[in-house]
């Protein structure tokens, strides 16, 4: 069918040329319309409950709220796993869903459940319910701060209002953008100081004095008047909008009329802060930019450049910078990725060049790789795909076999023609010849591609783009080569009578490499037992790669810019914890190209930098190169670990889509010590356990615990009732000791500004010391002052500063770093010290579970498409031996590539894994080539030896030209520094050392097992 095809478009080459025009034209489009994005399109399985409980403690908090919540959700469908957090005030409950459930659904479903508990929970505002989305990753940040000189004092709460109101909404107009989310803003506040004297010598107590400064803010709502026919609105209007105007509010005391400033003194200041911004050695205002979900990266980062070059020039005072922008790390890896595509075609072309002895043969085959490439767009764009590092990846591995069908035909067509056969008949006859066996090579690796498409988690998000990639591109590419390659070919050579080599490249002789081939074969062909001999030490090895290698979900991704976590682990001040961040910038900012950090509570809306408490602090650092990045890691521990022994301190990267969805934050091993029944888990009750298992196990630094310590107010209800003091009076001096007491708001333009009556005390020992509660005059008694350490007792408690719970209940998370090779040992040890202590139980959970499920799911996954493969191969040879003999080469591979990824350091990870099932699916091609070309020429009357000897002769360049074709496609993805090619790097280098060590044994290995099968066949038959 084929031939007749074929001769029939011989004879139409405008028309083939016309339509594969209009091919390309369609093409085009779709790449100009293809999306393009860092990874693909895929769901984040994570939703997030965020608890809001300003006056509860931790435990009170997990005890009371995240319990209930726990037993609720616990229940949800397709729930793979569930994890709380209670600190105090607020709680987070992560629920991890099974990869491929509708995240849409299960949000529902959470919100439903919520719901549902709301009537068992005390008195706390409905928890908030996020859904994971890759648009919540902020595209860049912009630090706002002042030119020149930092500024501080007003000069920064002007500064925070103007970015608040001003720049803020001027960034949030861009259609490109969603949101603006800002942190970092000083706040005003209105403080009114009582003199507690003239108070007392007012005769009015401290409630008393609030209840007269609340009256100045007077509002009334929802009230209206009719007049006639007409009905009005009625609003009061305060007279109290500034400083002054309360310090001249009227009150009045027993028979005088007197004003607030009579009495205190009313100034507006900075509010107390509990967490900053600072960028580059300032104070700053940080904005988090939010893309529009169908928004162009590009044109977002067009677009702000635009406004922030306005900006510079209107306010020239103001100095803007951009930092963890996205769009450089997506630009760059995108650009890379085709730069080495470009790079593969040239490579690939210069190898054809020169195999091929004249000029156009390799001018149609470069002329495939292009029509293939824009062709295989045009199909994408109608499959709803996107271009991103794993489908450009999927194009350059792609790039590299889809060569391998244009030049086994071109070789075919060009050694019949040589051979005396008139030039119309060769590229007929001779892409029949070879169409059978390039369609079975495509399947097979079709075959190895497809099963991985099924794949659940990270590996079927990771390689679904990438496979269909492979399978369009080898489609489109063998459609191409049987019918348009013949097509020009034919127009190519039709005037010539004979095939003539370029003079130059007819020097490159490919003599040697014949003899070397005979001498290979004839060595194989007389020690026959390597023909067995080989494969079993080819497994032994295989199973002791697997047994040690050390294993990973990832492959290391470099950066040139990390996150600085820190947990003081101390009760200190912001300011102090302010002053420490100071010491880290001035020590990396000689090497740091740039650093700004999140210093306390943060602001955002949306958790860009997790929840940070007063006491802690994160700090963003960008380095000229990932070996200068890891070099400030390792000082930047030795600082703080020196400095400040403990504090807890850890690196992340700096936050982007990739990292969001793939990337796994879990320890190789975690234990989860959990109590037994009866048992609290406390810091102090904990403690012994840790101290046995720090010294069982000396190799591993356990990290401390992290703690907080609270002062503990106790009063005496004896005392209280005594002197006539309630509970809300002594609750009402706290406040107002540590300016607390909001008494009302104000409003001032488009802000409102708290009023909060207060006092100059700020140290702990002036609180218990010198605060009073003051009694008016009553029932013939004389006013008088109870200090406040007669009614109350100070002690102090110590508790987690994180309270840990998971479907289990409360556990501690003991996070353990090691390889994974100790895994069962430490395992074992920390089971044994924890039988010692009877309070507690343990649990294990971490990366080595979840590394060893995933080898499990491609063990499966490889035994599937080993078992797809021997169905086409013996589909095609009509026989059950020769798709043995083929696919016994495969264990061979398989160890050389083992043995390459442990001597190269590289582990065994989701990457390496799926290059080691795609080496699967293309070193047998060689085999097919050559087992196809024996079988014909053994029909034709050889002698086995013989067949096998010729067969090597007319396929071996070939088979040469498609292994270097396909190495040299994926070789620039050895020289990694991008997260395109530092994820593909392990890929690449199962491929390249699996193809390599699979051509030898095409070459030799499978003939010399053909050659002892089908002998002992002949004499026993």
Avoid at 35 to 49: A, E, F, H
Avoid at 389 to 418: E, F
Avoid at 964 to 970: A, G, K, P, Q, W
């Amino acid at each position: 069918m084929l031939d007749r095809l074929l001769d029939k478009l011989l004879d139409k080459t405008v028309s083939v040329s016309m339509v594969t025009l209009v091919l390309v034209i369609l093409g085009c489009v779709g790449i100009r319309a293809l999306p393009v994005g860092l990874i693909p399109d895929v769901d984040i399985p994570y939703v997030t409950v965020q608890v809001d409980a300003p006056d509860m403690s931790a435990r009170e908090l997990d005890e009371v709220v995240v319990r209930t919540l726990r037993q609720n959700l616990v229940q949800t469908d397709h729930l793979a796993g569930l994890h709380t957090e209670s600190r105090d005030g607020s709680a987070s409950i992560v629920l991890s869903f099974e990869q491929g459930h509708d995240i849409d659904f299960a949000f529902i479903e959470v919100n439903e459940k919520i719901d549902r508990s709301m009537s068992s929970l005390p008195d706390i505002s409905r928890p908030k319910v996020f859904k994971a989305s890759a648009t919540d990753i902020p595209a860049f940040f912009i630090n706002v701060t002042g030119r020149g000189e930092a500024l501080q004092g007003d000069g920064f709460l002007e500064l925070s209002d103007f970015v608040s109101s001003v720049i803020a909404k001027r960034l949030e107009q861009l259609d490109e953008v969603a949101m603006v989310d800002v942190s970092g803003v000083a706040e005003r506040e209105i403080l009114v100081l009582p003199d507690l004297e003239k108070l007392s010598a007012a005769g009015m107590s401290v409630d008393m004095f609030a209840s007269s400064l609340a009256d100045a803010n007077v509002r009334l709502s929802n009230l209206t008047i009719r007049d006639g026919e007409y009905r009005y609105n009625v609003r009061f209007r305060s007279f109290a909008s500034s400083p002054e105007d309360i310090g001249n509010v009227y009150f009045r005391s027993g028979d005088k009329v007197m004003q607030i400033r009579d009495v205190a003194s009313v100034v507006e200041h900075a509010a107390p802060r509990s967490g900053l911004d600072r960028s580059d050695g300032k104070d700053a205002v940080m904005l988090a930019v939010i893309k529009q979900g169908e928004a162009r990266m590009a044109d977002l980062r067009s677009a702000i450049n635009s406004l922030l070059d306005v900006f510079a020039q209107d306010y020239p005072d103001i100095e803007f910078t951009l930092t963890r922008d996205q769009t450089e790390l997506l630009d760059y890896s995108i650009n890379n990725l085709i730069l080495n595509i470009i790079i593969a075609i040239l490579l690939d072309c210069a190898i054809i060049f020169l195999f091929m002895k004249d000029l156009r043969s390799p001018l149609l085959v470069s002329l495939s790789i292009p029509v293939s490439l824009v062709i295989s767009f045009f199909v994408f764009f109608l499959l709803g795909m996107t271009v991103n590092i794993i489908s450009l990846s999927g194009l350059l591995l792609g790039v590299g076999m889809m060569v391998d069908n244009t030049i086994v035909l071109t070789d075919n067509m060009t050694a019949r023609w040589q051979r005396g056969e008139p030039l119309r008949d060769a590229v007929i006859k001779g892409t029949g010849e070879v169409s059978g066996a390039m369609l079975s090579s495509v399947l097979t690796t079709c075959a190895v591609f497809i099963p991985l498409i099924f794949l659940n988690g990270l590996a079927g998000d990771l390689f679904y783009d990438q496979a269909i990639t492979v399978t369009v591109l080898l489609l489109v590419s063998y459609l191409v080569t049987v019918i348009l390659l013949p097509v020009y070919y034919w127009v190519s050579y039709r005037r010539f009578g004979r095939f003539t080599p370029n003079r130059f490249l007819e020097k490159l002789s490919f003599g040697g490499a014949l003899r070397v081939y005979d001498g290979g074969v004839n060595f194989f062909l007389r020690h026959r037992w390597l023909s067995w001999g080989v494969p079993l030490a080819s497994a032994v090895i295989v199973a002791v790669c697997v047994s040690f290698m050390p294993k990973s979900k990832l492959p290391p991704i470099s950066y040139s810019d990390a996150v600085l976590d820190i947990d003081w682990n101390e009760h200190i001040s912001i300011d102090e914890n302010r002053n420490r961040i100071i010491a880290l910038e001035d020590f990396a900012s000689e090497r740091c190209s740039q650093i700004s950090s999140m210093v306390g509570v943060q602001q955002f809306v949306l958790s860009h930098s997790g929840d940070l408490a007063s006491n802690e602090a994160s700090v963003y650092f960008k380095c000229a190169d990932a070996r200068t990045l890891e070099a400030m890691k390792r000082e930047f521990a030795s600082l703080i670990g020196g400095t400040w022994p403990d504090a807890v301190f850890g690196f992340s990267t700096s936050g982007n889509i990739f990292d969001m969805v793939f990337s796994d934050t879990e320890a190789e091993l975690t234990a989860r010590i959990r109590p037994g029944s009866g048992t609290v888990l406390t810091p102090s009750s904990l403690q012994p356990l840790l101290g046995d298992l720090s010294a069982a196990l000396p190799r591993i630094g356990l990290p401390p615990i992290s703690v907080k310590q609270d002062v503990l107010y106790v009063s005496d209800p004896e005392l209280m009732s005594l002197y006539g003091v309630s509970r809300s009076e002594l609750v009402s001096v706290l406040h107002s000791s540590l300016n607390g007491n909001r008494v009302f708001e104000i409003v001032q333009g488009g802000r409102s500004v708290p009023v909060v009556l207060g006092t100059d005390m700020v140290e702990m020992e002036d609180l218990f010391e010198h605060a009073v509660i003051d009694k008016p005059a009553s029932d013939g008694r004389q006013a008088y002052s109870i200090p406040l350490k007669s009614l109350l007792r100070q002690t102090f408690d110590e508790d987690f500063k994180t309270i840990v719970s998971g479907e289990e209940g409360q556990y501690y998370p003991l996070s353990l770093d090691i390889p994974s090779s100790d895994v069962p040992e430490t395992m074992a040890t920390v089971r044994d010290v924890v039988s010692e202590h009877p309070g507690f139980d343990v649990g294990f959970s971490g990366a080595y579970f979840s590394n060893a499920q995933m080898m499990r799911q491609m063990v499966f996954v490889l035994l599937i498409a080993l078992a797809m493969l021997f169905l086409i191969l013996a589909s095609q040879f009509e026989s059950l031996v020769q798709p043995v003999i083929i696919l016994s080469e495969i264990v061979i591979d398989l160890a050389f590539s083992l043995v390459v990824l442990w001597l190269t350091g590289t582990s065994i990870n989701i990457m390496s894994l799926i290059g080691i099932v795609v080496v699967c699916g293309i070193v047998i091609n060689d085999s097919i080539l050559k087992i196809d070309t024996i079988n014909r020429l053994v029909k034709e009357g050889w002698e086995i030896d013989d067949a096998i000897h010729e067969a090597g002769h007319r396929r071996l360049k070939a088979i040469i030209m498609t292994t270097l074709t396909t190495i040299l496609s994926v070789a620039p993805f050895l020289s990694r520094g991008t997260i395109g090619d530092d994820l593909q790097y392990p890929m690449a280098l199962v491929i390249i050392a699996g193809l390599t060590a699979g051509t030898v044994i095409s070459l030799f290995y499978v003939p010399a097992l053909y050659s002892v099968i089908y002998k002992k066949r002949r004499k026993s038959s």
